[in-house]
């Protein structure tokens, strides 16, 4: 066993770049007034991970040390308000709570469950139950302990995990919110997977106790496939702040009885058709007290065509007799409604304008979606950080034989101008450029390795140098004939640019890349598809029908890039073959389904880009370090590697990609929240709760762990 500080919690080494950014990039919005802090104070939150709570539960079950503040001298007077306002891209008619419903109409769901945990943005860490903030914008209370479902994890590598959930947690109607619910939630999931007949699987989850979950990988046994998994890897998926929470057992119980009694496939699909249809609407949400979390649905007036009211489950409503259950999060906040308002991006947009949102993910900046123009002056940036596992990569197939050049990759990427291509997709202030060349965002990279080693490095260039770009295609063997590259056999060098036309980003990224490479004089067919032929052309069991495409990069883990996945959707560094037994790519697999080759020489000198002339898809190195990419990627998830070994591991990846350049990763997103300081207090910039979100929400773990604080005046300060 072991406590649940995983290896990626102690691999930090630098101050994050965001954290500045972050920090500076506020103040030009404005800053709330009368938070009660030193705005002067340095952040409490870096990458070092003592400072982050780690997965140990407080030891005041019934949550008292969050009245541990004293009564300011003077009578506070009325909060400016008492509902907090957010917005969903849903509607109350289509909403749906079954997450097997065959159309995702679930979003909003999250702000009537749980936190499961919180997330800190910038270092990737979790903290769970007992998570102390200190509070200086709360005039009552100098600090407040926030609930989370999951309160820590032990790891029993290579096979189980034992996840524990804090006992305080139930549901609406005060049902415990326990193991045992969660077991026949994902029960139900795996035989509505279609698992019950299926040959070589198994449900490896059970409550081993009513508040602890074990969840374990099949270790060979009863004919099932051997799947250790290193420590790390095991760490990295217990006790994640996403995913589905369990339905109430009155809705999964019956269904799960079913299943178990179905005594034939043709049976299961009946159950499995009555389940995907069985509606959980908003009144059905409420009138079983099936939600959970701090905020509840209590009346049915609270619903309507474009507004949810929903209500604090606190110790003055239980006691006046209503049928609010208490909620430890309650405690944090003077903040007694949630209205959700619901409607289309066109809708959200209105009521931005009209100052009807009191919180909202995004950044305020010029010509952004959201700007200092488009908003009244009480809506005010709050936060800004770099979106970790947001990003995007210009993808590379080399089954091209332009592409398979690696001078050729070098002299692309070296001519195009990716702040612009940036700029033009996403916005400037949306739009960071990578810095650091491994692969990986650079998030994960200042992370995972030391300065020493990411300075070494080579630094690919993201202003245009066709300089570069010129040699670089000439010891690549080409040659240019009136104002057109062509190769050494004469053939004009021309590739494609496909992305998808529903992603209206993509398209401003995929233009800079073509006007840059036809200025250049290498030649650019353009192409806007519809989402089904663009993912079709890039699956590899299509036969990978595109030359280059923009494409989204990002991962929570370093771990996952250095993988290797058949899925198309997939950014991991080798790309498994379709007809792969399993997605994992085979150590004595020779070239993967791009074409790579997977045992190549890498310099022995980190950062040095040298190569002979016309070195083709499979360089041979004066000065080389020979390594095999499909034993590397396999032996990151292999159980024994000390934590030095597996940095090893990594830093090849990192030389490999920085190097070889398979794919170019070109930058990743600015992110942020912005909201109403006229009528609420928030904490300073910098403050570390402003670090910690659930998924892709710092909104949600603000509203749901209490932080949201209003005011008892309506002063604030202008934005500059």
Not at 29 to 53: I, L, Q, R, V
Not at 329 to 338: F, Q
Not at 520 to 542: E, H, I, K, P, Y
């Amino acid at each position: 066993m072991r406590d649940s500080t995983s290896l990626r919690d102690q691999l930090s080494r630098r101050q994050y770049a965001q954290l500045l950014a972050g920090v500076g990039a506020v103040g030009l919005a404005g800053c709330p007034s009368g938070s009660g802090g030193d705005s002067t104070d340095e952040p409490e939150e870096t990458d070092d991970p003592a400072a982050t709570p780690t997965a140990t539960p407080t030891d005041e079950a019934d949550g008292s040390e969050t009245d541990s503040g004293t009564e300011s001298p003077t009578p506070l007077g009325e909060p400016a308000t008492d509902v907090v306002r957010v917005f969903q891209a849903n509607s109350p008619d289509v909403f749906d709570g079954n997450v097997w419903a065959p159309q995702d109409n679930t979003t909003g769901i999250a702000f009537m469950t749980d936190l499961q945990a919180v997330r800190n943005v910038h270092t990737r860490q979790m903290a769970y139950s007992g998570v102390e903030f200190e509070t200086p914008w709360k005039p009552r209370t100098d600090s407040v302990s926030v609930m989370t479902w999951y309160s820590g994890y032990e790891v029993d590598a290579p096979y189980d995990v034992y996840e524990t959930h804090d006992d305080r947690a139930t549901y609406w109607n005060g049902d415990p919110l326990d193991a045992e619910a969660r077991e026949t939630h994902f029960h139900v999931d795996y035989f509505q997977a279609g698992n019950k007949f299926t040959e070589d699987t198994a449900f490896t989850q059970e409550a081993a106790s009513q508040w602890e979950y074990h969840w374990w990988n099949t270790d060979g046994s009863d004919g099932l496939p051997d799947d250790a998994q290193a420590e790390h890897v095991l760490a990295s998926q217990a006790a994640p702040n996403d995913g589905d929470m369990p339905i109430h057992p009155d809705f999964t119980q019956p269904y799960l009885e079913q299943y178990q009694d179905a005594s034939s496939t043709d049976e299961v699909s009946s159950v499995t058709d009555e389940l995907v249809s069985d509606r959980i609407s908003l009144q059905r949400l409420m009138e079983n007290g099936w939600g959970s979390g701090p905020y509840e649905i209590r009346s049915e007036d609270g619903i309507g065509s474009a507004e949810l009211t929903l209500r604090l489950r606190d110790e003055a409503a239980a006691e006046a007799g209503d049928t609010a259950t208490a909620h430890p999060n309650a405690a944090n906040t003077n903040v007694p409604k949630l209205a959700i308002q619901w409607g289309d991006g066109e809708r959200r947009q209105t009521l931005a304008s009209n100052g009807a949102l009191d919180l909202n993910g995004n950044i305020v900046a010029p010509n952004g979606l959201y700007s200092r123009e488009t908003l009244p002056d009480h809506m005010q940036e709050l936060t800004r950080w770099l979106r970790s596992e947001g990003g995007d990569k210009w993808r590379l197939n080399w089954n091209n034989p332009h592409l398979q050049n690696l001078w050729v990759r070098r002299a692309l990427v070296a001519a195009v101008d990716w702040n612009a291509a940036g700029a033009n997709g996403w916005g400037d202030a949306r739009s960071v450029p990578i810095e650091n060349h491994t692969y990986m965002l650079d998030a994960q990279s200042q992370s995972v390795f030391s300065g020493e080693f990411l300075d070494s490095l080579h630094a690919w260039p993201m202003e245009s140098d066709t300089e570069a770009a010129a040699e670089y295609l000439r010891r690549g063997g080409y040659s240019k004939q009136g104002g057109q590259w062509v190769d050494a056999t004469g053939n004009p060098a021309t590739i494609d640019v496909i992305f998808p036309s529903s992603i209206a980003d993509y398209a401003g990224a995929a233009q800079t890349i073509r006007a840059n490479l036809s200025n250049f004089g290498f030649g650019v067919n353009f192409s806007s598809q519809g989402w089904s032929t663009w993912s079709n052309n890039l699956r590899a069991d299509n036969g990978l029908n595109y030359d280059s495409s923009v494409f989204w990069h990002g991962y929570g883990e370093p771990f996952n890039y250095y993988n290797s996945s058949a899925g198309w959707v997939s950014g991991s560094l080798v790309m498994g073959k379709a007809d792969a037994p399993t997605q994992r790519v085979d150590p004595d697999t020779e070239t993967d389904a791009q074409g790579k080759p997977l045992q190549v020489e890498i310099p022995s000198e980190v950062g040095s880009i040298e190569a002979p002339d016309e070195a083709g898809i499979d360089p041979d190195l004066s000065d080389g370090e020979e390594i095999n990419l499909a034993s590397i990627v396999h032996e990151i998830r292999e159980p024994g590697a000390t934590e030095e070994e597996i940095q090893e591991l990594y830093r090849k990846c990192a030389r490999y990609y920085n190097y070889y350049l398979p794919h170019f990763v070109f930058h990743q997103y600015n992110w942020g929240a912005w909201g109403n300081v006229r009528d609420f207090e928030w904490p300073d910039p910098g403050h570390r709760g402003f670090d910690f979100e659930r998924g892709f929400g710092i909104s949600t773990a603000l509203i749901l762990g209490g932080l949201v604080e209003a005011s008892y005046d309506t002063e604030f300060q202008l934005p500059e």
